[in-house]
C-alpha cells in the first residue's frame, strides 16, 4: 500500500468517527433538551442548556465543513483546504468549547449503561488519538515546512484539551462514584437498552405526611422533631398495577387521638396517640379492635398514581397525588383548606398547612408493614425528620454528586379520582 493510499483510508477512518461524533453530540443534547422533572433526575440549568445549543450548532457547522474537506481527500488527489489547518478551526472553534460544556453537564448526571453507550462514549476518544497520531506523524517528516509545524502544535494542543474533556466525561458516564472516593466501572449488559441503578435511589425510600394535628397538645417541637407518618414506599407505587389508596382516620379527643390507617402494607393498622406523653400505644400489631374508632373527627383521603418512565425524557417516571378531606360533621368529601408544602421544613406549626416529602429510613429501621416505628409489641412513636436521611442528600447526582433537580415530593394532580 503507498503513501497515498495509506493516507485516503485515515480520511474514511476520519470521517466515520466525525459522522459518529456528530450523531453522538444531537443525541446527548437531545437527552438534556427533553428532561422532565421526575423521582431523582430533573431538567439541567437553562444555561447550560442554551451553551449546549450554541456550541452544537458552531460545532456542526465545524464538522460538516470538515467532513466535505475529508470527502475531497477522499474522492481526489488533494483537499480542497490543508488538514492541519482545518482540525485548528474545528477543534479550538467547534469540539473544545462544546466538549468543556458537556462536562459540566455529565458531572451531574447518570447515564444508562449498555454496550451502545460505551462505544458512543469511547468514539471521540478514538477519534481524538487519530487525529493526534497524524499530526505528530507530520512533525516528525523531515520535509515538514514550518508554518506546518506551527499550526501543528496549535492543533495538537487543542486536541490534548478535547482530548482530555473526552476521557472525563467518560470516566462520569462510565464508572461510579461512592462517597468514600472509590471508583467502580459500570458494566453494560445489555446492547442498547440502558439499564440505571434504581435500588441506590429508591432503597427504602417512602413518602411522609406531616401535619400539626400530629403534634403534641400544646408545643411547638423543632423541625427536625416534627411527628410524620410513613404513607407508602416509592416502589409499592412505582410496581402496583393501579392507583393505590390510603386514608388516614384520626378521632381526637382531649388529651389523646385514636389513629385507624387504611391502605396497603397493612390493609389496616390502628394505634393511639397520647399527646401529653407524646408516645404511642398499640392495641393489636398491624391490625385494627372492631370498632375502634366509631366518631372521627377528621379523615384524610390519599390517591396515589405512578408516572411511567419515558426516557429520556423521564427516566424513573414521577409520582402524583390527589388528596380530600373529611372532617367531624361533615359527610361530604372536599379538597383540603389548607396548604400542602413540598417539605416538611416548609410547613409551619398551624392547621392551615400540611407537607408530604420522600424520605429514606436510616439502615433497616423502616418496616413495610406499618406506618410508624415499633419499639415493642404495645409500643411506638413517630417517624421523625432528624431519624431518617433527606431525600436530597441520597438524590445526589452523578460524579459529582450534584443538588437533585428532580421531585422532592409527589405532585398534586387535581384531576386524580380519590376514593372517599
Not at 213 to 225: K, L, M, N, R, S
Not at 275 to 284: A, D, F, G, Q, S
Not at 392 to 398: D, F, I, L, N
Request: with cysteine.
Amino acid at each position: 500500500m503507498n503513501k497515498m493510499d495509506c493516507k485516503k483510508w485515515v480520511y474514511v477512518a476520519l470521517l466515520v468517527l466525525a459522522i459518529a461524533d456528530l450523531v453522538s453530540d444531537w443525541m446527548f443534547f437531545r437527552d438534556v433538551a427533553t428532561a422532565k422533572n421526575g423521582l431523582a433526575y430533573g431538567p439541567t440549568r437553562d444555561l447550560y442548556k442554551w451553551l449546549l445549543l450554541a456550541f452544537s450548532i458552531l460545532g456542526t457547522l465545524m464538522s460538516l465543513f470538515e467532513m466535505g474537506n475529508l470527502c475531497s481527500g477522499i474522492c481526489a488527489e488533494e483537499q480542497c483546504f490543508d488538514l492541519d489547518e482545518v482540525n485548528l478551526f474545528v477543534v479550538w472553534i467547534g469540539d473544545f468549547p462544546l466538549l468543556v460544556v458537556s462536562v459540566f453537564i455529565a458531572a451531574c448526571r447518570e447515564e444508562a449503561i449498555s454496550y451502545f453507550q460505551l462505544a458512543k462514549a469511547c468514539l471521540p476518544i478514538a477519534g481524538y488519538v487519530i487525529r493526534i497520531i497524524n499530526i505528530f506523524c507530520k512533525l516528525c517528516d523531515k520535509e515538514c515546512e514550518c508554518k506546518w509545524v506551527a499550526f501543528g502544535i496549535v492543533s495538537i494542543l487543542g486536541l490534548l484539551g478535547s482530548l482530555g474533556c473526552s476521557v472525563t466525561i467518560f470516566l462520569f458516564t462510565q464508572t461510579e462514584r461512592y462517597p468514600d472516593g472509590s471508583l467502580n466501572f459500570k458494566i453494560p449488559h445489555s446492547v442498547v437498552e440502558g439499564k440505571y441503578d434504581h435500588e441506590k435511589y429508591f432503597a427504602n425510600v417512602s413518602i411522609y405526611f406531616s401535619h400539626n394535628i400530629f403534634e403534641p397538645a400544646g408545643q411547638q417541637t423543632g423541625i427536625v422533631d416534627a411527628n410524620i407518618l410513613r404513607l407508602l414506599k416509592i416502589d409499592d407505587i412505582k410496581s402496583a398495577p393501579d392507583d393505590l389508596s390510603i386514608n388516614v382516620t384520626i378521632n381526637n379527643k382531649l388529651t389523646a387521638a385514636d389513629y385507624m390507617i387504611e391502605g396497603v402494607r397493612p390493609a389496616t393498622e390502628c394505634f393511639t396517640y397520647d399527646r401529653t406523653t407524646n408516645k404511642i400505644k398499640i392495641p393489636i400489631k398491624g391490625a385494627c379492635p372492631t370498632g375502634f374508632i366509631t366518631a372521627p373527627t377528621d379523615v384524610f383521603y390519599f390517591t396515589f398514581h405512578f408516572i411511567k418512565p419515558s426516557p429520556p425524557g423521564l427516566i424513573f417516571g414521577d409520582i402524583s397525588y390527589n388528596m380530600k378531606y373529611k372532617s367531624a360533621g361533615s359527610d361530604t368529601c372536599q379538597y383540603p383548606n389548607f396548604t400542602i408544602e413540598n417539605e416538611v421544613s416548609d410547613h409551619s406549626y398551624n392547621t392551615d398547612e400540611a407537607a408530604l416529602q420522600y424520605y429514606r429510613a436510616a439502615g433497616n429501621e423502616v418496616s413495610d408493614n406499618f406506618h410508624i416505628q415499633y419499639t415493642s409489641s404495645t409500643d411506638g412513636k413517630f417517624y421523625h425528620p432528624k431519624d431518617l436521611i433527606d431525600i436530597e442528600e441520597v438524590w445526589r447526582m452523578g460524579f459529582a454528586f450534584c443538588k437533585c433537580t428532580g421531585s422532592l415530593s409527589p405532585n398534586r394532580d387535581a384531576g386524580l379520582l380519590v376514593k372517599c
